[in-house]
């Protein structure tokens, strides 16, 4: 079974920065794509960055080019957040999604929390 362990949430000030990591527990065939997600209690989970094998990155308009998302190999994804805000406070969550030639699936982590105090 494959274990996502994200790192680096914490508590900081508006306009500071944090680097968030995923580290997968072992090796995972067929990764398409990677990202993060985030999540305030009562509100559905939303996407904030993705990263395709071929290193092809999308972005939610929120982030307004404040975050970075990028890899150093098929089992790690890391967002970089600068110019953070308080509306950015969020358990923040790793997706990394396979297709094989016999199945496809999501893996997801436990969250790290983000808070953004003003």
């Known amino acids: 079974q494959v274990q996502l362990v994200e790192s680096g949430g914490g508590l900081v000030q508006t306009g500071e920065s944090l680097r968030l990591s995923c580290t997968a527990s072992?090796?995972?065939?067929?990764?398409?794509?990677m990202g993060w997600y985030r999540q305030v209690p009562g509100k559905q989970r939303e996407l904030v960055a993705t990263?395709?094998?071929?290193?092809?990155t999308n972005y939610a308009d929120f982030v307004k080019g404040r975050f970075t998302i990028s890899r150093d190999n098929a089992n790690t994804v890391y967002l970089q957040m600068n110019t953070l805000k308080p509306e950015d406070t969020a358990v923040y969550y790793c997706n990394v999604n396979t297709n094989t030639r016999f199945s496809s699936r999501a893996y997801w982590g436990k969250g790290t929390l983000v808070t953004v105090s003003s």
């Open positions: 990263i395709t094998s071929g290193s092809t």
């Open positions: 072992g090796i995972i065939f067929g990764i398409s794509d």
